[in-house]
């Protein structure tokens, strides 16, 4: 039997001082173990379904499940068993790598050893090495991202929420970055990931939602998606289900 990492169920939430309501009986599961790509035009709901997923932003109505425990009743736990590597830079920038996640580690309950450990591989897969003891703030942004990352992941976490973590990188470093995703899902890592590199989206997911106005419009894997609407590639898709209107 399939087991799912995150099941939403008549999901309901509306931001304080709001007219409507944003998301309505919205519904969806992911199974464990995928890559799933969420994507929408901009105000769609995407990083706000991420949110609420991660227990950022607490829901009015519904149930969200991750590895079926409820978000919204068991936060501690929860924290320790997903990673979120956010659009934002979620580290210090007057801190080194190492000092950056000897600080996290230490957030998430690693020991010592764990966290030398671990930050040494790290630093060593992403070819943040030589740099390790550099402050972030001299850094680039495909090296600033690929921290990021890193932070995310310091931990092991079972499932891993991706917004944007590509954004404004190098063609190397986004090389690195999906390489390393890639391989991190083949040992049993769920990614949930959200961008609106297109073509990344296509190399990355295996399935994927699209959703619009807080409402999910298409849900399968990508091939299927293709061939049932005639295109070729991602854009077209995209473009056919959402509209070419502007929505910045």
């Known amino acids: 039997m399939n087991s799912h990492a995150i099941v939403i169920k008549d999901l309901e939430f509306q931001y304080p001082g709001r007219e409507g309501v944003f998301f309505k009986n919205f519904n969806l599961q992911i199974s464990a173990g995928e890559r799933f790509g969420l994507f929408g035009p901009n105000g769609a709901g995407k990083t706000t379904l991420m949110n609420l997923m991660t227990g950022i932003l607490k829901y009015s109505g519904g149930s969200i499940k991750l590895l079926e425990h409820e978000i919204n009743h068991h936060p501690k736990y929860v924290n320790s068993i997903f990673g979120f590597v956010p659009q934002d ?72 929420f991706l917004d944007e973590p590509t954004v404004g990188v190098d063609v190397q470093s986004r090389h690195a970055i999906i390489n390393y995703l890639k391989k991190q899902n083949e040992t049993g890592t769920t990614l949930i990931y959200s961008s609106h590199q297109l073509e990344e989206a296509a190399e990355l997911c295996n399935k994927i939602a699209l959703i619009d106005d807080g409402k999910i419009i298409a849900h399968d894997s990508l091939d299927v998606l293709l061939s049932e609407h005639g295109h070729e590639g991602m854009e077209g898709l995209f473009l056919e289900l959402t509209g070419k209107s502007f929505r910045d």
């Open 89 to 160: 830079f979620s580290f210090y920038p007057e801190l080194s790598p190492r000092e950056n996640l000897a600080f996290y580690g230490a957030w998430y309950g690693l020991t010592r050893r764990q966290i030398k450990n671990r930050t040494e591989e790290l630093l060593e897969i992403l070819g943040l090495t030589s740099v390790g003891n550099r402050d972030l703030i001299t850094f680039s942004g495909g090296m600033k991202r690929r921290v990021n990352l890193a932070i995310g992941v310091m931990h092991e976490p079972k499932v891993l």
